[in-house]
T-cell receptor, first 114, second 110 residues
Framework: KAGVTQTPRYLIKTRGQQVTLSCSPI?????VSWYQQTPGQGLQFLFE???????NKGNFPGRFSGRQFSNSRSEMNVSTLELGDSALYLC?????????????FGPGTRLTVT | SQELEQSPQSLIVQEGKNLTINCTSS?????LYWYKQKYGEGLIFLMM?????EEKSHEKITAKLDEKKQQSSLHITASQPSHAGIYLC??????????FGAGTILRVKS
């Protein structure tokens, strides 16, 4: 069974641009969560999607958004990039809602904003 | 909001030695998760603890949840180089949000 895949793995963008990251969950998984990891703030929860609906969102500005498609694949978008958005973005999938089921993480997308 | 404090921040142990990592919460714990991460890579799920007093083991790793102390501990027996990495605890911080500790860096000397 294929694991969680994230594309692209590495990305370099310029301040002010926008970026879209993609996450394909494990087959049969309906929940996808996104996380941001930085040296200063550590690992922080961005949002969770389950059956195409956002269940909850962390404390991030509106520039961070996401969506989930009917095949459970998810995308997150960051608009008007800032230098502080440079981070490792991780997604994780689970069969059902995150609190009830084990999450499996992808390898992450390393975003660098210059 | 809930905060998780991990101790120690880093740890260097000789191969074969036992070690313990602690995770203390500022609020009552309703669900506690342990993950392992290799630098710059995704997280590997280790264990999920949901009840006070619960203890789970996987290979040489054991995790316990002390609900009264709002604390969880991760114990590794007879450490091996493959145990090296960053160990993170996570908990449900309310509103279905998952919060994480800062992580404990483990190095195993062979």
């Amino acid at each position: 069974k294929a694991g969680v895949t994230q594309t692209p793995r590495y990305l370099i963008k310029t301040r002010g641009q926008q970026v879209t990251l993609s996450c394909s969950p494990i087959s049969g998984h309906r929940s996808v969560s996104w996380y941001q990891q930085t040296p200063g703030q550590g690992l922080q929860f961005l949002f969770e999607y389950f059956s195409e609906t956002q269940r909850n969102k962390g404390n991030f500005p509106g520039r961070f958004s996401g969506r989930q498609f009917s095949n459970s694949r998810s995308e997150m978008n960051v608009s008007t990039l800032e230098l502080g958005d440079s981070a490792l973005y991780l997604c994780a999938s689970s069969i059902g809602p995150r609190q009830l089921y084990e999450q499996y993480f992808g390898p992450g997308t390393r975003l660098t904003v210059t | 909001s809930q905060e998780l404090e991990q101790s120690p921040q880093s740890l260097i142990v000789q191969e074969g030695k036992n070690l313990t990592i602690n995770c203390t919460s500022s609020k009552t714990l309703y669900g506690l998760y342990w993950y392992k991460q290799k630098y710059g890579e995704g997280l590997i799920f280790l264990m999920m603890l949901q009840k006070g007093g619960e203890e789970k083991s996987h290979e040489k790793i054991t995790a316990k949840l002390d609900e009264k102390k709002q604390q969880s501990s991760l114990h590794i027996t007879a450490s091996q180089p493959s145990h090296a990495g960053i160990y993170l605890c996570g908990a449900d911080g309310g509103g279905n949000k998952l919060v994480f500790g800062a992580g404990t860096i483990l190095r195993v000397k062979s």
